[in-house]
C-alpha cells in the first residue's frame, strides 16, 4: 500500500541518496552532494546581538544582569 511504501522509504531515503551520489559522483553537482550527506543536528547560536547600536541578549543571559 501507498502508507507501507511511505514507511519504507523515510528512515532509508538519506542512505539510498547518499549511495546513489556516490556511485555518480563526476556526475553530480556539489550541492547533491553536500545533500546526500543528511541533515546537520547542530545549530549556531548566540546569547546576544546588536542592532543599530541597541543590544539583545537571550532571557536567560537577560537574567544574569542587574540592570
Known sequence: SESWVRNKHM???NE???N?????????S???QWLSQ?????????QGYDIN???FHTVKQDSKCTV
Open 11 to 13: 528512515p532509508s531515503f
Open 38 to 46: 543528511g541533515p546537520k543536528w547542530s545549530a549556531t547560536t548566540w
Open 30 to 32: 556539489e550541492t547533491l
Open 53 to 55: 547600536g541597541y543590544t
Open 20 to 28: 546513489r551520489i556516490a556511485r555518480l559522483q563526476n556526475l553530480s
Open 16 to 18: 539510498w541518496l547518499k
